[in-house]
């Protein structure tokens, strides 16, 4: 069953739907991580196909700044046509 979640709420092995070009490419969650806004790690690169998801997180009003982004990254695992 498919249901919508924010990217905090994602775990180990939840599954991420794209829906494009009359494709359906489902992935599954491996990883989320919170980092700070300038790490490089979320520029990587992987021998098969992932989809990193990104967001700002943990804002700080003295600021007006987010002090780190969460990251989702997910394993492609099919690829169909969409219905």
Known sequence: MLRS???????????????AWGMRYVYEVRAQE???PDAPSIFRHEERAWI???????FDERT?????RRLVRAV????????
């Open 64 to 68: 007006d700044s987010y002090r780190s």
């Open 76 to 83: 492609l695992v099919s690829v169909e046509a969409s219905d």
């Open 52 to 58: 990193t998801l990104v967001t700002c997180a943990d």
């Open 34 to 36: 919170l980092v700070r």
């Open 5 to 19: 979640a924010g990217l905090r709420e994602l775990r180990y092995g939840d599954w991420i739907v794209v829906e």
